[in-house]
Nanobody, 124 residues
Framework: QLQFVESGGGLVQPGGSLRLSCVASGRTLDYFSIGWFRQAPGKEHEGVSCINSHDGSSYYADSVKGRFTISRDNAKSTVYLQMNSLKPEDTGVYYC?????????????????WGQGTQVTVSS
């Protein structure tokens, strides 16, 4: 089973930055495309970014494009999400999961379950 532990969230003012980390265990990360999702109160999980397993290419939702950067370090079994110019609408719990597709969109999460996530709150 592929499991993740997310960290790095916190309270930040609008315009601030955070770097989220997602450490995998249970399986080798190399063969999986990984997506970052967020869930605002009362809403469904929203895919915000993903990174492919085979070539490291990435995708970003329009709402975060130009502000967020996803990266991965397979040797450390870790995927990162650098979030800059944060807005109040970025508030939510952020999760990472293996995704079935990362070619033009954040594909469905699969192979595992939602972890604890990390809370991001953007507020003045």
């Amino acid at each position: 089973q592929l499991q993740f532990v997310e960290s790095g969230g916190g309270l930040v003012q609008p315009g601030g930055s955070l770097r989220l980390s997602c450490v995998a265990s249970g399986r080798t990360l190399d063969y999986f495309s990984i997506g970052w999702f967020r869930q605002a109160p009362g809403k469904e999980h929203e895919g915000v970014s993903c990174i492919n397993s085979h070539d490291g290419s990435s995708y970003y939702a329009d709402s975060v494009k130009g502000r967020f950067t996803i990266s991965r370090d397979n040797a450390k079994s870790t995927v990162y999400l650098q979030m800059n110019s944060l807005k109040p609408e970025d508030t939510g719990v952020y999760y990472c999961r293996a995704v079935s597709d990362c070619s033009g969109y954040v594909g469905p999460a699969y192979f595992g379950s939602w972890g604890q996530g990390t809370q991001v709150t953007v507020s003045s």
